[in-house]
């Protein structure tokens, strides 16, 4: 199959402290993987790798054929990589509509015309009523689904997501899955999604990748996965 992320022996230390320790990974085009792991054990480190936010120490990882020791992360967006991040990035004084066109700009010299294709990825996410809003109403919920239709006006190839469910409520957590599952499903993007959520991840992933203290202990299917004796272990304590 057609491999879009490989990364092979790949480390990271800050200060001392291994992060990722000769970690390799390969990832097939429209393929949805889930990571998981306990804090601290490498997860957002890895991620941060591929967005070429930090160079690792060692190794090598390729994102969609392209060295990310060589690549930014401006590189790397252009290719066609969408990212949410853990917290929530938002211009609150620019509307909702606004927030999304950004997106857009990256291919479209055209505001106006960005903003309407804006408006329109909002309805997908079921925003269109707030795309006027000021988007520092929205709440946590609605905050999520504005940066879902952001990183889908990218167009993107490869979505990296960073725990975002955390401080959602289970119905909406099961809402976003659904939103996302029919995008997928319209765009053959490729996923890595990096959640505390376990059941969840069971439920939506095609595979699941586990980190303990730095180096990948799991890969496998979801619900072989989360039942191996050592991923019970260092990430269940049972």
């Known amino acids: 199959m057609d491999r879009v992320i490989r990364i092979h ?7 001392g402290i ?26 957002t480190t890895l991620l941060s790798i591929l967005r070429g936010i930090i160079r690792p120490d060692s190794g090598r990882a390729e994102i969609l ?4 020791r060589r690549a930014g992360a401006d590189r790397i967006a252009r290719l066609g990589v969408a990212s949410i991040y ?18 857009i700009a990256g291919y ?8 309407l294709l804006a408006i329109e990825y909002l309805k997908e996410v079921g925003l269109g009523g707030k795309a006027l809003e000021r988007a520092g109403r929205l709440n946590r919920y609605e905050t999520r689904l504005m940066e879902i239709a952001r990183a889908m006006a990218m167009r993107p190839r490869i979505l ?4 975002l469910l955390s401080g959602l409520s289970e119905s909406e ?19 890595i999604w990096v959640e505390h959520a376990i059941g969840f991840l069971v439920e939506s992933v095609d595979r699941l990748v586990v980190l303990n203290a730095g180096s990948i202990i799991a890969d496998g299917e979801p619900r072989r996965v989360i039942m191996d004796e050592r991923v019970r272990k260092a990430y269940l304590g049972v």
């Open 108 to 115: 479209l010299d055209d505001p106006q015309y960005a903003e």
């Open 86 to 103: 853990q917290f929530p990035r938002v211009i609150r004084d620019l509307s909702v509509a606004e927030n999304v066109a950004l997106a």
């Open 173 to 191: 957590q099961w809402l976003v899955r659904e939103t996302i599952e029919t995008y997928l499903a319209q765009s053959g993007a490729t996923m």
């Open 65 to 68: 054929g392209v060295d990310v």
């Open 18 to 43: 291994r992060a990722l320790d000769s970690v390799s990974l390969e990832v097939s085009r429209g393929e949805v993987v889930g990571l998981i792991g306990p804090n601290g054990s490498g997860k």
């Open 160 to 163: 990296l997501f960073d725990e």
């Open 9 to 15: 022996n790949v480390s990271k230390s800050f200060g």
